[in-house]
């Protein structure tokens, strides 16, 4: 397998890595005791309402030196929801640390009028440091953003996490403008890179969520038409980066440019704000896709995703196949259900069925009703026409390493697929057996499961994940389903062997 990443444990220190943060300033310290302050003045029911989870001191710190050092001699910041202004304190100390002549406009936005004081304070501090001009907003961003014609060279944002219903006021404004998010942190993201000027940085902290999903598939898309991402760092802790916020969410800092697209992009990771950083950089392409955005948590995530991106590049729908879950719901049709054969039964599949990498029909051990006895026209729906199909499990126990287990299913008259089992088709019909096989082969291969693992974040295997898998060409699958493979290592050998190999071969 080929290697395109480097694991640096502890290489290169600030500005990238949270090693050595130098020991704060009096204006850090008081900026960060400020925050503390003002955190726990909140009430629970309106912290949770306005998504009011400040940033310590250290976050902030990181995400401040994730800023590219302008090369002019002013620079505008905006702060979106700013609450006791610990992101702006940060950002502007590292600025001026770096570049001490530097001219800084900064314009902050906060709506709850309560914490104005607090960010008040923070911004007379930091006028006090002579070049440093400040603008607090007290209105909501997503009003403010829609209509201001200011733009900005660095965004710096902790936004607020809340859903944003179709009721909402700041969501209907936002589709009169043609911005479909679902949640308010999506909405700062993408309002907050649209105030960039061209080439302008935005920092932000978020949960993951908009990573990958159909939810936010819209909003990935949009942001990243308009920005490119240079820098991720993941937090791997979900409960400690916002420890006295009782924020159970894993968050990660993503630095992007507007208009700006990177061939390779940084990712770096560590446990939380206080333990020592990985950093490894890695193709654009391998973490920024149509379909997700990938983060490759280890070197070996890193590598499945960067196999697969070399070696195969079609999604079913591309191969003329499809994939379902099964029709038959167990609890709702009990009554066409038959653990015995009886005459004019069709066979029913369930997922116990499956077992090393065949299926076995009838089984013994399978206590499931075997045999579907649904002989009127309307129960016949459930029925598959016969022919081959391929079975994958829906659900993986704790216990089995595998996420993908595949196995082929031939019979001469319909049959009924439980639903915990998804079968890959053609049009709804069977597909050729060569076909078949190779394609069970290659979901039970090493290289499609910790692919799959990458990109999806739980153990159970949707339709909709499955669209979005990537196959080789049908000429490299049929070749597949020609070799027999005994164990896990003949089968990663025949894909490696194949897959390799261009499809036209
Ligand atoms: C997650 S907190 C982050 C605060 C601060 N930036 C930090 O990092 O500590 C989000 C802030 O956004 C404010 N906020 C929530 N909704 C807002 C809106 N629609 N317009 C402006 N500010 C908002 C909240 O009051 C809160 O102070």
Redesign the pocket.
């Known amino acids: 397998m080929s290697q395109t990443s480097s694991l640096v444990q502890g290489e290169g220190g600030y500005p990238f890595l949270p090693l050595d943060f130098p020991a704060p300033t009096s204006l850090l310290a008081q900026a960060e005791s400020r925050?503390i302050k003002t955190?726990a003045s909140l009430g629970p029911t309106e912290q949770a309402q306005?998504?009011?989870?400040?940033?310590p001191l250290k976050v902030?710190q990181l995400m401040a030196g994730l800023a590219r050092l302008p090369g002019q001699s002013a620079v505008k910041i905006l702060?979106?929801?700013?609450?006791?202004?610990?992101?702006?304190v940060a950002l502007v100390s590292y600025l001026l640390a770096e570049k001490p002549d530097l001219e800084i406009s900064l314009t902050v936005?906060?709506?709850?009028a309560t914490?104005h004081p607090a960010l008040l304070k923070s911004l007379r501090e930091l006028e006090k440091l002579g070049s440093v001009k400040t603008f607090l907003?007290g209105?909501?961003?997503?009003?403010?953003a829609l209509g201001t014609d200011q733009r900005f060279d660095l965004v710096?944002?902790?936004?607020?996490?809340?859903k944003l219903s179709a009721q909402d006021r700041?969501q209907k404004l936002l589709r009169s403008r043609g911005v479909t998010v679902p949640n308010?942190?999506a909405a700062?993201m993408l309002l907050g890179v649209q105030l960039l000027r061209d080439g302008g940085q935005q920092i932000s902290?978020t949960p993951r969520s908009w990573m990958n999903g159909s939810y936010y598939a819209r909003f990935r898309q949009d942001f990243t038409a308009l920005a490119g991402l240079d820098t991720i760092h993941v937090f791997e802790s979900r409960d400690r980066v916002f420890a006295d916020s009782e924020v159970l969410q894993e968050a990660l800092i993503v630095s992007a440019r507007k208009g700006v697209f990177p061939d390779q992009i940084r990712l770096t990771s560590s446990h939380d704000q206080h333990d020592l950083s990985a950093s490894r950089t890695v193709p654009y392409t391998d973490v920024v896709t149509p379909d997700f955005i990938y983060l490759p948590a280890t070197d070996r995530d890193a590598e499945a995703v960067s196999w697969m991106h070399q070696h195969a590049s079609s999604h079913l729908s591309d191969l003329g196949l499809g994939v379902s879950t099964g029709k038959v719901v167990g609890f709702r049709a009990k009554e066409l259900l038959s653990q015995t054969y009886l005459p004019g039964a069709y066979p029913l599949l369930q997922a116990s069925h499956l077992s090393g990498g065949e299926v076995q029909h009838p089984r013994e051990s399978v206590k499931k009703p075997q045999w579907y006895i649904g002989l009127a026209e309307e129960d016949k729906k459930a029925l598959l026409p016969a022919g081959t199909y391929v079975l994958l499990k829906r659900f993986s126990t704790k216990e089995e390493k595998r996420r993908l287990v595949a196995a082929v299913w031939s019979s001469d008259t319909p049959s009924a697929f439980d639903n915990k089992l998804n079968y890959i088709h053609q049009a709804g019909k069977g597909l050729d057996p060569e076909l078949a096989q190779g394609l069970a082969l290659y979901l039970n291969s090493g290289q499609a499961d910790n692919y799959f693992r990458v990109f999806s974040g739980h153990t159970q295997v949707n339709a909709g994940d499955m669209k979005k898998l990537l196959f080789p060409s049908l000429d490299q699958l049929r070749a597949l389903g020609k070799i027999s493979c005994k164990n896990q290592d003949e089968i990663d050998s025949a894909v490696e062997k194949i897959l390799s190999k261009s499809g036209e071969d």
Do not use: C, H, K, M
Not at 79 to 88: C, K, W
């Open positions: 925050r955190q306005r998504g009011q989870y400040f940033t902030a702060d979106p929801g700013a609450g006791s202004g610990i992101l702006s936005v906060e709506n709850d914490l907003v209105q909501n961003f997503l009003e403010w710096i944002q902790n936004p607020p996490y809340a700041g308010i942190y700062f902290i």
